[in-house]
Nanobody, 121 residues
Framework: QVQLVESGGGLVQAGGSLRLSCTAS????????SSWFRQAPGKEREFVAG??????YYADSVKGRFTISRDNAKNTMYLQMNSLKPEDTAVYYC????????????????WGQGTQVTVSS
């Protein structure tokens, strides 16, 4: 199993930037496909960005603004978020699975506890 812990959330003004981190323990993170999801109040959890052996992929709503990366030596995944908008406000979760890269949340076996991102207008 792998345990995931997110950090880096906070309050930022529209147009600002934040970098989220997801640190894995228990297993080598590089073996997993991993992604960021988010959930806003009253809405379903949605895919944001993912990274696997085949590359990176993004939701259309964040393409060009967010960048996902992973430092395997540190067992850590990042989400650099630029040009933030109020609609990016949500709890952000990292997730991992051994079955491959996908935008489907039900495929992911391991989840962090989430970190709050709030973007003020």
């Amino acid at each position: 199993q792998v345990q995931l812990v997110e950090s880096g959330g906070g309050l930022v003004q529209a147009g600002g930037s934040l970098r989220l981190s997801c640190t894995a323990s228990g297993r080598t993170f590089s073996r997993y496909s991993s992604s960021w999801f988010r959930q806003a109040p009253g809405k379903e959890r949605e895919f944001v960005a993912g990274i696997s052996w085949s590359g990176t992929y993004y939701a259309d709503s964040v393409k060009g603004r967010f960048t996902i990366s992973r430092d395997n030596a540190k067992n850590t995944m990042y989400l650099q978020m630029n040009s933030l908008k109020p609609e990016d406000t949500a709890v952000y979760y990292c997730a991992a699975n051994l079955r491959g890269g996908t935008i489907l949340s039900r495929i992911y076996d391991y989840w962090g506890q989430g970190t709050q991102v709030t973007v003020s207008s």
